[in-house]
């Protein structure tokens, strides 16, 4: 579990429903790791094209990040 590990089947005991309960809960995570990975793309293009000042500054006032519109102004 400490490696990743979400479920796991014993040979031998695999009963149908818990087959296919592993299988269900696979394929939706596979699903929503795939949804946030657009969801992501989608703002990064975003704000890749916004001409907006975007940027990102930690707690501490550094400044990691600053967006091509931010760049211009």
């Given at each position: 579990?400490l490696a990743g590990v979400?479920?796991?089947?014993?040979?031998?005991?695999?009963?149908?429903?818990?087959?296919?309960?592993?299988?269900?809960?696979?394929?939706?995570?596979?699903?929503?790791?795939?949804?946030?990975?657009?969801?992501?793309?989608?703002?990064?293009?975003?704000?890749?094209?916004?001409?907006?000042?975007?940027?990102?500054?930690?707690?501490?006032?550094?400044?990691?990040?600053?967006?091509?519109?931010?760049?211009?102004?």
């Amino acid at each position: 579990m400490l490696a990743g590990v979400d479920e796991f089947l014993l040979k031998g005991a695999i009963a149908p429903q818990l087959l296919e309960r592993t299988v269900r809960y696979a394929i939706e995570r596979r699903r929503a790791v795939a949804a946030l990975r657009q969801s992501e793309e989608r703002f990064r293009a975003l704000v890749a094209h916004s001409s907006d000042a975007i940027m990102l500054m930690d707690r501490d006032g550094i400044i990691s990040w600053v967006s091509d519109g931010a760049c211009q102004l």
